[in-house]
T-cell receptor, first 114, second 107 residues
Framework: SAVISQKPSRDICQRGTSLTIQCQVDSQVTMMFWYRQQPGQSLTLIATANQGSEATYESGFVIDKFPISRPNLTFSTLTVSNMSPEDSSIYLC???????????FGQGTRLTVV | AQRVTQPEKLLSVFKGAPVELKCNYSYSGSPELFWYVQYSRQRLQLLLRHISRESIKGFTADLNKGETSFHLKKPFAQEEDSAMYYCALYNFNKFYFGSGTKLNVKP
C-alpha cells in the first residue's frame, strides 16, 4: 500500500489569494494525480503530476490556474491560484505504483473561498 | 470517450436486504473496472476490482461486456456498509469515476 499525507486538511481563503496543497507519500510511486471533487459530484481529474517535468492537464484545467510541482517520486504540490468562490471544493491527491493499477488517496483538502 | 455512469445518487435499504449498486460504462476496448468506497470521515479506498474476481466484505461485482455493466452486489446488507461507492474505469494511466452512489443501510 501507499500512505499519503495531504496538507492542509481544510482551509478558508479570501478570493484573489492562492493556496498550495501538499501531497507526501511514504514510498516511491509511479503516478501522482490531482482531483477536484465538488459537492455531490464525481472526482474530476485536474492533472497528472510528472516528476521533473510539467504536469499533464486535463481539458478545462490550465497551468496558470493550477500550477503543479513534482520534484521527486514521493512529493507533489497543487496550487489553486487567484481563487474565486467557484474554486470551493475538495482537492484530492492520488497515487499508483508501477505494475499495479490500484489507486491510493489522500484524505483530501476541503477548500472554502469567501 | 470513456464514461462511467452510476444512475442512483442514493440507495436506501434495510439491514439484511439485498443491495445492488449499478454501474454502466462506455469504452470500446477491454476495460479495467473498480469499485471504490468512502466510509464516513475516511479516505477513498479500493473495494474490489474486476480482474481479481473476489468477494470483499461480502460484495461481488461481475463485468458484463454485453451490457457494459459492472454492478456491485451484496446479498445481505449490513449497517456498516453505509458509505459512498464509486465505480471507476482505468485506461491509459487514468481513472474515470462515476458520480457515486450513497448507500444507506437502515437498521
Amino acid at each position: 500500500s501507499a500512505v499519503i499525507s495531504q496538507k492542509p486538511s481544510r482551509d478558508i481563503c479570501q478570493r484573489g489569494t492562492s493556496l498550495t496543497i501538499q501531497c507526501q507519500v511514504d514510498s516511491q510511486v509511479t503516478m501522482m494525480f490531482w482531483y477536484r471533487q465538488q459537492p455531490g459530484q464525481s472526482l474530476t481529474l485536474i492533472a497528472t503530476a510528472n516528476q521533473g517535468s510539467e504536469a499533464t492537464y486535463e481539458s478545462g484545467f490550465v497551468i496558470d490556474k493550477f500550477p503543479i510541482s513534482r520534484p521527486n517520486l514521493t512529493f507533489s504540490t497543487l496550487t489553486v491560484s487567484n481563487m474565486s468562490p467557484e474554486d470551493s471544493s475538495i482537492y484530492l491527491c492520488s497515487v499508483t505504483r508501477a505494475a499495479d493499477t490500484e489507486a491510493f488517496f489522500g484524505q483530501g483538502t476541503r477548500l472554502t473561498v469567501v | 470517450a470513456q464514461r462511467v455512469t452510476q444512475p442512483e445518487k442514493l440507495l436506501s435499504v434495510f439491514k439484511g436486504a439485498p443491495v445492488e449498486l449499478k454501474c454502466n460504462y462506455s469504452y470500446s476496448g477491454s476495460p479495467e473496472l473498480f469499485w471504490y468506497v468512502q466510509y464516513s470521515r475516511q479516505r477513498l479506498q479500493l473495494l474490489l476490482r474486476h480482474i481479481s474476481r473476489e468477494s470483499i466484505k461480502g460484495f461481488t461485482a461481475d463485468l458484463n461486456k454485453g451490457e457494459t455493466s459492472f454492478h456491485l452486489k451484496k446479498p445481505f446488507a449490513q449497517e456498516e456498509d453505509s458509505a459512498m461507492y464509486y465505480c471507476a474505469l482505468y485506461n491509459f494511466n487514468k481513472f474515470y469515476f462515476g458520480s457515486g452512489t450513497k448507500l444507506n443501510v437502515k437498521p
